[in-house]
């Protein structure tokens, strides 16, 4: 690294599985590795230059080395533009499996192409292992990138030690070390420091679909199920609304803004839907824009009526259940009675992405299985038809329904591993579409796996769009909001088509889940 020619850092975001995004992601791009990207360019561009790619938005017309399975060739990129370091995001734990597989494409270089690999994000902070095992130019990095990326690649390009950088795990000689733990997280003070995520990193990509600007991190709610926790530490209205600016000077008419609840901080989320408004009379545009939130956003109207001024187009919601013990055991403080009579207010001004779990368990210890009107354990068809008939009546424009998946570091997979309820599934299965954990009493895990497709199935069935749209019209006759609607639907439809086929195909998850329903029934 020495001379005048800048170091390349180059990033990688690595391929999902097939989930409910398979139709959106080959037309976006990720935010989290361009957020840190940028950060790195904002404090390194004088020595150092960036790229960012994406697995699923990657174009050999843009000129991008694919393989004749569309893959990208990390292999024939590195030799004919040689990175001087990677850098890897896995924070989904679906996309290990595959995060991996570009590792070793890179460990099966010759070693003078073979550059040190930086791997971050919430799943590779908490399962390092299985990264660092692929060779020891393989570096950990826990907790946000912005923390100590920096230092990082100082430290790199100056050929310094790893062992006072900052949150890093890595090899020393045949040992694993870790440096010392500073902050984890961007603190409030230092978040509109932040810049904007520089879109001009990315390579290679079409984004036709959704650009992504942030709103927050963090979740001050403590849900058991969920890996995002910790204080909310939020970007003031201004710097989020500088991002929204960047994306409409661009060309992008469609923004996905992300946060987890998006109302956490209401008086921040009431200056940014104004802000928003005066950016389309600025550039006399309209926008397609959507945001994550509780369904309790449905108690302040003044902020719905400034969010369908703003074009917020569609709210994701976690409905989570409509049990009620469900709810209580995920520690998710919402009145399930009160839910469609929050649906109905949301609906009046905007569409609703209905985000479900099914099949959450109660700890063996509490005891705590459901019984049907009989008296009898409630069985998986029975479990699947009282969520299907709610999201009948809900009728929102999208549906997600998630399979409970024990993600790590979470309340409830702790639990579960106390009571010997993980099934040893690999971490590609974690994309909410599969069966990775022994159910409660009564409901036989292939018939739950096997009712939930159908449950996707029948709700996105011919059928009842039929039904559902004339339902729908009567509440909400606008032209524009019925063809959402319907495109919605559609792609459900499609989605949970190819769901199906690849289930079908998996033969090697089927028989290991019917050895799993076996061994329930002996116990």
């Not at 059928?463 to 063809?483: G, H, Q």
Request: with cysteine.
């Amino acid at each position: 690294m020495e001379g005048n020619k800048k170091v390349l850092c180059r990033g990688i975001e690595p391929k999902m599985p097939l989930g409910i995004y398979s139709t959106s992601v080959p037309n976006t791009f990720p935010l989290g590795l361009l957020t840190v990207m940028t950060y790195a360019k904002k404090n390194l561009s004088d020595k150092w230059k960036f790229e960012v790619m994406s697995e699923d938005n990657c174009h050999s017309d843009l000129g991008a080395p694919l393989k004749p399975n569309g893959e990208i060739d990390h292999k024939r990129l590195q030799k004919e533009d040689p990175a001087d370091c990677i850098l890897i995001s896995v924070n989904m734990s679906c996309t290990a499996k595959n995060a991996l597989k570009i590792v070793r494409e890179y460990q099966e270089l010759e070693e003078e192409y073979r550059p040190p690999i930086y791997i971050g994000g919430i799943h590779a902070g908490d399962a390092p292992e299985e990264f660092l095992n692929c060779g020891k130019n393989i570096i950990v990095v826990c907790g946000e990138g912005e923390m100590s990326i920096v230092q990082a690649l100082e430290g790199l390009e100056a050929g310094e030690p790893l062992d006072n950088k900052p949150n890093l795990i890595y090899w020393d000689g045949d040992e694993i070390k870790r440096s010392p733990t500073t902050l984890l997280k961007v603190p409030q003070k230092m978040m509109d420091s932040l810049p904007i995520p520089d879109y001009d990193l990315v390579k290679y990509a079409k984004i036709n679909f959704y650009f992504a600007e942030a709103l927050h991190r963090g979740c001050g709610y403590h849900c058991t199920f969920c890996r995002v926790s910790g204080q909310c530490r939020f970007f003031s209205a201004e710097r989020s609304l500088a991002g929204i600016e960047d994306i409409i000077i661009r060309g992008g008419r469609r923004i996905f803004i992300v946060c987890d609840h998006a109302g956490q901080v209401m008086k921040n989320l009431r200056a940014l839907f104004e802000g928003i408004i005066e950016l389309k009379r600025k550039y006399k545009v309209k926008l397609f824009i959507m945001i994550q939130a509780r369904i309790t956003i449905a108690e302040h109207l003044d902020i719905l009526e400034l969010a369908k001024r703003a074009d917020i187009k569609i709210i994701c919601i976690g409905f989570e259940s409509p049990i009620k013990e469900d709810l209580e055991a995920m520690k998710k403080a919402i009145d399930p009675t009160k839910m469609i009579e929050y649906a109905r207010i949301i609906q009046w001004y905007t569409g609703i992405h209905y985000m479900g779990m099914i099949g959450f368990p109660r700890s063996i210890e509490n005891d705590k299985p459901l019984y049907n009107s009989e008296g009898k354990l409630i069985s998986a068809r029975e479990l699947v038809a009282i969520h299907l008939r709610f999201m009948k009546e809900v009728n929102p424009e999208g549906l997600q329904p998630f399979i409970f998946g024990p993600l790590l570091e979470t309340g409830a997979r702790k639990i579960l591993e106390k009571e010997g309820r993980i099934y040893k599934f690999g971490f590609e299965k974690y994309s909410g579409f599969y069966v990775l954990s022994k159910p409660d009493k009564g409901i036989d895990p292939l018939e739950l796996q096997e009712e939930v497709i159908r449950l996707a199935e029948d709700f996105y069935s011919l059928s009842n769009l039929w039904y559902s749209f004339w339902e729908f019209r009567s509440r909400v006759n606008d032209p524009k909001r019925l063809a959402l609607f319907l495109a919605f639907r559609w792609k459900g439809r499609k989605i949970t088509r190819m769901f199906r086929k690849q289930y079908e195909e998996d033969f090697s998850y089927q028989n290991k889940l019917k050895a799993y329903s076996i061994l329930a029934e002996v116990a």
